[in-house]
């Protein structure tokens, strides 16, 4: 039942990162309104007489007058063939049909939809770069390079001091690949003096500009990976042809706004409520780690609670976690931006990240402190605060191991001092309800985006977060108590009020989404207790579920074919915005929604699939062979089971635990 929980969560490609892009969509959707409501005149030129507001051919008038020989020759081509094509007697030549026809024919132009908000007129970039013609009987070769142009949308100059800041048109062209984006941006915005000719142009970019080289940083990975990959094999071939004789001897974006349309859908608070998925994780981290803890205290109580197990507590912690963590770093840093060459999307907002030079933190678990507005990996936010809250667990556990009320009241005093905390910084900066993205705002509203941080770390402000102890209670009690009859009115009525909590915390701020006014003190609530509330409705699912009153519930969720799913969630989890990010790119033309359905089985069910496959492989190279490792040399660190155990331990319960410890975790 545990297993399908964590699988379900770490299934959805918007883990983390989704309500972020969100965020941004929403800035971009309230950029738009305002440009069409100071700009009014200009848009309706724009729709009216799309053509001649602004294309490829005014670029390029531009560029060859300030140029090199390749544009030159590309503007000179056009306007004869511009002629040719007036006066009736143009002959075309093989130039003209293999470079200036195509390269023309795949720029971007202002099309439909800009009342949906699609700023971005991708033009057919595999059509620009197609072209290769051999020049002066082959002595050199005129190739087609795809760049895309960003422009103010009101058409502003961008001398104009507030051009360029607001909302920006994208366009894709097809230039000579002798241009340079740093050449084109000395003609349209030269960073001293004024630009040659009066233009909107804000910034130029051409693919591949933003990737990295090869450098001794992606050798170095490689080769690690790449050494990693083949001990491997050669592990898995031993084992397969040798393996018997081992054991016998005992060796060991393009139309945004009907997207966020959806966004007034009632249903679709369940992705705009997204990080509830994100406080299950922490109550599922709290549940494991109090039951499994127990389970061994109870087995040994004063070889569990000595300084060498609470040492390999954190080593332990720290050693299974790591390596796939560690690995998906510097692959992703160092390797993984390679592979993005030729493609369009190494252009894109997407894929500008700050890993080369923060890349190291990521290896603390700080970087939801250290340099946060300069993340790396932004899903990994949610390891660090897991990994910091894991620091401060023992002064819950130790309590509840001494004495259970002593556990009680730590835990009430961290939960009462949570919650208050919550309250007040609502109070203060009259923030929304918990990050909220469609909402009417209160006009004493301050630090907007800080919001969006303490989603990050906020977590470990005040101690355990809120959600986490309550995990912990439940694995406590999981372990502590070996039955429990629950009568079948108290099981119903725990089921309902279970689901109603949970389905009212995500479903409940829908008015808010279509512009309802909630006043402060109730957003403050909502912001303390839904948390609570969530975790209260995780609780009895749990509990009703592991003593025997789970029903179909139950069955389905300890379904076996979870089981290898449940065991991928991990590096699903590392590699899916690496796997999303690769398969989006694979798209070099622009893509418009259609329906929710048709975004889903086209993107979102893809990606699971393929995420799964990666984790297949990142699992079995750096999470499993790590985990053997380790078994290895700090196996004889641990204490044995063996050397005493509790007299009151039934070894009935013994073998029920070990049952669903299979099953279930």
């Known amino acids: 039942m545990l297993r399908l929980l964590l699988?379900?969560?770490?299934?959805?490609?918007?883990?983390?990162?989704?309500?972020?892009?969100l965020f941004q969509g929403v800035q971009e959707q309230r950029k738009f309104q305002l440009a069409m409501r100071d700009h009014s005149s200009t848009w309706e030129q724009m729709i009216v007489h799309k053509e001649s507001i602004f294309d490829a051919r005014k670029i390029i008038d531009v560029l060859g007058e300030n140029s090199d020989m390749d544009i030159d020759l590309y503007l000179r081509s056009i306007i004869a063939l511009e002629f040719g094509t007036l006066e009736g007697d143009r002959n075309l030549t093989d130039f003209d049909r293999e470079v200036i026809l195509p390269m023309l024919d795949s720029a971007g132009r202002i099309g439909p939809a800009i009342l949906r908000g699609h700023t971005y007129f991708a033009g057919h970039f595999s059509e620009c770069k197609a072209v290769d013609f051999a020049m002066e009987e082959g002595a050199r070769r005129f190739k087609g390079e795809y760049f895309r142009i960003t422009v103010d949308a009101a058409m502003r100059e961008n001398a104009v001091n507030d051009s360029c800041e607001a909302l920006t048109f994208k366009f894709g062209v097809c230039l000579p690949s002798s241009c340079s984006s740093a050449d084109l941006m000395a003609v349209f915005r030269p960073e001293t003096g004024d630009p040659a000719w009066p233009n909107p142009v804000c910034e130029v970019k051409r693919t591949n500009d933003d990737v990295p080289p090869f450098d001794a940083g992606f050798y170095v990975v490689a080769s690690i990976m790449g050494i990693i990959a083949t001990i491997s094999l050669l592990a898995g071939v031993a084992d397969y042809f040798f393996g018997d004789?081992?054991?016998?001897?005992?060796?060991?974006?393009?139309?945004?706004?009907?997207?966020?349309?959806?966004?007034?859908?009632?249903?679709?608070?369940?992705?705009?409520?997204?990080?509830?998925a994100v406080d299950s994780f922490f109550f599922m981290s709290g549940v494991l780690l109090t039951f499994i803890w127990f389970k061994n205290y109870h087995k040994n109580p004063k070889a569990t609670n000595s300084p060498i197990s609470w040492i390999l507590f954190y080593v332990h912690r720290i050693i299974r976690l790591s390596p796939p963590y560690y690995m998906i770093v510097v692959f992703y840093t160092f390797v993984y931006k390679q592979l993005l060459v030729?493609?369009?999307?190494?252009?894109?907002?997407?894929?500008?990240?700050?890993?080369r030079e923060t890349w190291y933190i990521e290896f603390f678990y700080a970087h939801n402190w250290w340099q946060q507005d300069k993340q790396c990996l932004g899903i990994t936010w949610?390891?660090?605060?897991?990994?910091?809250?894991?620091?401060?667990?023992?002064?819950?556990?130790i309590p509840l191991a001494i004495k259970q009320a002593i556990g009680f009241v730590v835990a009430a005093i961290a939960l009462v001092i949570s919650t208050a905390t919550n309250i007040f910084l609502v109070y203060y900066y009259h923030w929304p309800t918990n990050g909220a993205y469609f909402f009417t705002p209160d006009p004493e509203m301050t630090h907007y985006l800080l919001i969006q941080r303490r989603l990050q770390h906020a977590h470990v402000r005040f101690a355990p977060d809120s959600i986490y102890i309550m995990g912990m209670l439940v694995g406590w009690l999981l372990q502590n108590k070996k039955t429990m009859k629950i009568h079948p009115l108290i099981n119903l009525a725990g089921w309902v009020l279970g689901l109603s909590l949970m389905l009212c915390v995500v479903l409940g701020l829908h008015d808010q989404s279509n512009g309802f006014y909630i006043p402060i003190f109730w957003r403050a609530m909502y912001s303390a207790l839904s948390r609570i509330a969530w975790g209260v409705g995780l609780s009895w699912i749990i509990i009703s579920c592991w003593y025997g009153y789970g029903g179909p519930i139950n069955k389905f969720?300890?379904?076996h074919i979870w089981i290898p799913f449940g065991r991928l969630t991990y590096c699903g989890y590392l590699t899916h915005i690496p796997v999303m990010f690769f398969i989006l790119g694979q798209s070099t033309d622009t893509v418009f929604f259609t329906t929710f359905l048709e975004a889903f089985i086209t993107r979102v069910v893809s990606t699971i699939a393929v995420t799964f496959l990666v984790a297949t492989f990142w699992s079995s190279l750096f999470e499993i062979s790590f985990g053997k490792l380790q078994m290895i040399l700090l196996g004889g660190l641990r204490p044995s089971i063996k050397e005493k155990k509790q007299e009151d331990v039934e070894d009935t319960w013994t073998?029920?635990?070990?049952?669903?410890?299979?099953?279930s975790l």
């Open 7 to 21: 699988f379900f969560l770490l299934s959805i490609p918007c883990y983390a990162e989704p309500p972020n892009l």
């Open 245 to 276: 004789i081992a054991l016998k001897t005992g060796i060991s974006k393009a139309n945004p706004f009907d997207i966020l349309k959806m966004g007034k859908d009632f249903f679709s608070e369940i992705i705009m409520q997204a990080y509830f």
């Open 342 to 355: 030729n493609l369009p999307i190494n252009m894109s907002p997407l894929y500008q990240d700050y890993c």
């Open 382 to 397: 949610y390891l660090a605060s897991e990994m910091q809250i894991f620091l401060f667990t023992p002064l819950l556990i």
């Open 557 to 559: 969720m300890s379904w």
């Open 655 to 663: 073998t029920k635990t070990n049952d669903n410890e299979k099953t």
